[in-house]
Nanobody, 121 residues
Framework: QLQASGGGLVQAGGSLRLSCAAS????????VGWFRQAPGKEREFVAA???????YYADSGRGRFTISRDNAKNTTYLQMNLLKPEDTAVYYC?????????????????WGQGTQVTVSS
């Protein structure tokens, strides 16, 4: 299972740190991805981190977001700085069984329940 947390309401320019705790088959050294879905829009890729620590970012968050993981705690983090109103969405974490990484929702096998991030202007 995956448990995402850390969302909330923040003003533009502020920061939030999301956490994704993995357990069972969703845990281990699998690649972890963060996605987000705004109302009326498709779920989109935000960032991913492989088991070895390689990181990948969508253009929307590059330079503002940092993904990291603590393998001992089976937890992945998404530090989000300089937040913008357009970052408002439900953020989901996901893991994939296959090696490598993916920027598409179909590339991931396990999904958390999502955490709401709201950025006010």
């Amino acid at each position: 299972q995956l448990q995402a947390s850390g969302g909330g309401l923040v003003q533009a320019g502020g920061s939030l740190r999301l956490s994704c705790a993995a357990s069972g088959r969703a845990g281990g050294s699998n690649t972890v991805g963060w996605f987000r879905q705004a109302p009326g829009k498709e779920r989109e890729f935000v960032a991913a981190i492989s088991g070895s620590g390689s990181t990948y970012y969508a253009d929307s968050g590059r330079g503002r977001f940092t993904i990291s993981r603590d393998n001992a705690k089976n937890t992945t983090y998404l530090q989000m700085n300089l937040l913008k109103p357009e970052d408002t969405a439900v953020y989901y974490c996901a893991t994939r069984r296959a090696p490598g990484w993916s920027g598409t929702t179909t590339g991931y096998d396990y999904w958390g329940q999502g955490t709401q991030v709201t950025v006010s202007s």
